[in-house]
């Protein structure tokens, strides 16, 4: 199967983050930690990272990939957070990625939609 920088097929995963407690949620450190740690175990260059804390609650993390980007919002007060993963390719899994910083991290409940974007990957995957 060809894998290269300018594959334009790519697979996208988002999840709805629910039932987390706040201090798990207002903890940057830890959880661009365990998305770091999710990325590289499923195979992705991270290339950056970029964090924000919020006033009075709050992070967002960004993690850019050479294979694109993860991301998270949290909303603490509401035990909810937003969980983002696209790689280009097939050499990773953004669903893994995904699973690997659950594993990793106390999160409650979650709700997962997985999507395939561009053509060339049904004719690859098959």
Same mark, same amino acid.
């Given at each position: 199967?060809? /894998?290269?920088? &300018?594959?334009?097929?790519?697979?996208? *995963? %988002?999840? /709805?983050?629910?039932?987390?407690?706040?201090?798990? =949620? $207002?903890?940057?450190?830890?959880? #661009?930690?365990? %998305?770091?740690?999710? #990325? *590289?175990?499923?195979?992705?260059?991270?290339?950056?990272?970029? +964090? &924000?804390? @919020?006033?009075? $609650?709050?992070?967002?993390? =960004?993690?850019?990939?050479?294979?694109?980007?993860?991301?998270?919002?949290?909303?603490?007060?509401?035990?909810? #957070?937003? @969980? !983002?993963?696209?790689?280009?390719? *097939?050499?990773?899994?953004?669903? !893994?990625?995904?699973?690997?910083? *659950?594993?990793?991290?106390?999160?409650?409940?979650? +709700?997962?939609?997985?999507?395939?974007?561009? !053509?060339?990957?049904?004719?690859? =995957?098959?």
């Amino acid at each position: 199967m060809p /894998d290269s920088p &300018h594959f334009a097929y790519g697979r996208h *995963v %988002l999840a /709805d983050i629910a039932d987390t407690p706040a201090e798990v =949620l $207002n903890n940057g450190d830890a959880l #661009a930690r365990a %998305l770091i740690e999710a #990325a *590289v175990a499923e195979g992705a260059t991270v290339l950056g990272t970029i +964090r &924000h804390a @919020f006033e009075p $609650n709050g992070v967002t993390v =960004l993690l850019l990939l050479a294979e694109s980007h993860v991301s998270l919002h949290t909303y603490p007060e509401e035990g909810r #957070a937003f @969980f !983002d993963a696209f790689t280009c390719g *097939v050499r990773c899994e953004p669903f !893994d990625i995904f699973r690997r910083f *659950v594993d990793a991290s106390p999160v409650g409940s979650y +709700r997962i939609i997985r999507c395939e974007r561009g !053509d060339a990957g049904k004719r690859l =995957l098959r």
